[in-house]
């Protein structure tokens, strides 16, 4: 057994830590936080119609990621306040709006997977990976049953402020207070 003298492991520790802080391994670190976020709310949009059919907002909560159902656009003859009667545990006979979509996915890079997608129509679950763009505006959802070559892809957008407002017009702004005569 070879004695390792205090001087000999300081070095060590040393020379791991300026590994550890060398441009090149900062420069990684850096393209990482660079690199956009999930994080902000997503149109999704009825890929035959081209009707949006719901807000997604995604967020990161103690390095897992979920995206939520925020905001539903429903067509005419649609439910108004559709409930999830085919989904099981925690979310069954729950409310569409506010059910949690998308669960337990992990960040790698661009790539988000690990997780689940939830089809609120019949309480289905699937896999799931996300796929960011490069500039962060679109997010290709791909949901699958074991392997992702088994699946169907959708594309949602980035959702701005003034799309918010655009899309949601009238029904954003509070009701105008009535005029009425005082004299």
Same mark, same amino acid.
């Given at each position: ?12 520790a040393l020379g791991l830590l300026m590994l ?48 939520y159902i925020t905001k539903m656009f429903p ?7 559709? %409930? ?6 925690? *979310?069954?006979?729950?409310? %569409?709006?506010?059910? *949690? ?39 290709? %959802?791909?949901?699958? %049953? ?17 799309? *918010? ?11 105008a207070k009535a005029q009425g005569n005082n004299?």
């Open positions: 057994m070879t004695k390792v003298s205090g001087g000999t492991l300081r070095l060590a550890a802080t060398s441009p090149a391994m900062l420069a990684t670190t850096s393209a990482i936080a660079d690199e956009p976020s999930l994080a902000g709310v997503w149109e999704q949009i009825d890929e035959t119609t081209g009707h949006v059919g719901a807000f997604i907002t995604m967020r990161e909560r103690k390095g897992v990621w979920e995206g067509k005419p003859g649609d439910p108004i306040d559709p %409930v999830c009667t085919g989904c099981t545990g925690d *979310r069954k006979d729950k409310p %569409v709006l506010g059910i *949690r979509l998308i669960q337990n996915l992990t960040r790698h890079g661009l790539t988000y997977d690990g997780g689940t997608i939830l089809d609120p129509r019949d309480g289905s679950e699937y896999d799931v990976e996300l796929t960011l763009s490069p500039d962060g505006q679109t997010l290709t %959802v791909r949901g699958y %049953v074991g392997l992702t070559l088994f699946g169907h892809s959708l594309e949602w957008k980035r959702l701005t402020e003034a799309d *918010r407002i655009k899309l949601e017009g009238d029904r954003a702004k509070p009701p004299g």
